[in-house]
C-alpha cells in the first residue's frame, strides 16, 4: 500500500485509514490560523486516520531539549479518524468524537482544554496527541495524568514537524550527527 505523503521516515507502515474527510467538514473543526492548519487540514481530507502496522516512535529531541526524567521515545500507534455521517465506524481506529466523549466523563477537569484542542493520535496505553488549535503545537498526555493540565508534554512546534519525524519502532541513525 502507497503511504501517504508527509511521513517523512520510509520505515513506517500506515494503513486502515477510513476515506477522506470533506475539506470544510475539517476546516470547521479547526478555526483560526495557526502554523500546521493547512497540513492537517489536507492529511485529514485524504486519510482518515490510520493505523501504524509494526509500530512507530516519535523523539521529542529532534526539537527540543531533554533530560533525565522527561519523556523522549514516544509511541504512536494510530491517528484517530473524524466521525462522517453515512460513513461507517473504522473497527480498528477510535474516533476524534469517542476520545473527547471519553475525556470529558473520565476527566472532567480538563473540559476547557478540551476547547481549544483536538486529540487526534494516540498509542496502547490510552495516553494522547493533542493538537493545539490557537498554536499549532502538538502536545501528549499521559493517562494518568490527564485529570491535570499540568501533566501536557510539548513533543512538536506543529502537525507537519510530528508527523515528519514519525519513525518505526527503532531509531533511525542520523549519520551526520553519529547519534544514535
Not at 473543526?29 to 490510520?50: E, H, L
Not at 514516544?74 to 476520545?99: C, H
Not at 496502547?124 to 501536557?152: M, P, R, S
Amino acid at each position: 500500500m502507497e503511504q501517504p505523503a508527509g511521513f517523512a521516515r520510509s520505515n513506517v507502515a500506515f494503513n486502515d485509514s477510513s476515506p477522506g474527510v470533506p475539506v470544510e467538514l475539517i476546516a470547521a473543526m479547526v478555526p483560526g490560523r495557526f502554523p500546521g492548519r493547512d497540513d492537517f487540514i489536507d492529511f485529514y481530507s485524504k486519510n482518515n486516520g490510520g493505523y501504524f502496522d509494526g509500530g512507530a516512535v516519535f523523539y521529542r529531541d529532534a526539537f527540543y531539549e531533554v533530560i533525565a526524567g522527561d519523556y523522549n521515545r514516544l509511541e504512536v500507534e494510530a491517528f484517530n479518524y473524524i466521525e462522517v455521517a453515512g460513513m461507517p465506524t473504522n473497527p480498528r481506529l477510535l474516533s476524534i468524537a469517542e476520545v473527547i466523549e471519553s475525556v470529558h466523563f473520565y476527566c472532567p477537569e480538563m473540559r476547557e482544554f478540551l476547547e481549544t484542542h483536538i486529540p487526534f493520535a494516540g498509542d496502547c496505553g490510552d495516553n494522547k496527541y493533542w493538537l493545539d488549535t490557537q498554536t499549532g503545537i502538538v502536545k501528549f498526555t499521559v493517562a494518568e495524568d490527564e485529570f491535570h493540565t499540568d501533566g501536557v508534554t510539548v513533543v512538536a512546534p506543529d502537525f507537519p514537524s510530528f508527523r515528519a519525524n514519525i519513525q518505526g519502532m527503532e531509531r533511525c541513525m542520523r549519520f551526520s550527527s553519529g547519534i544514535a
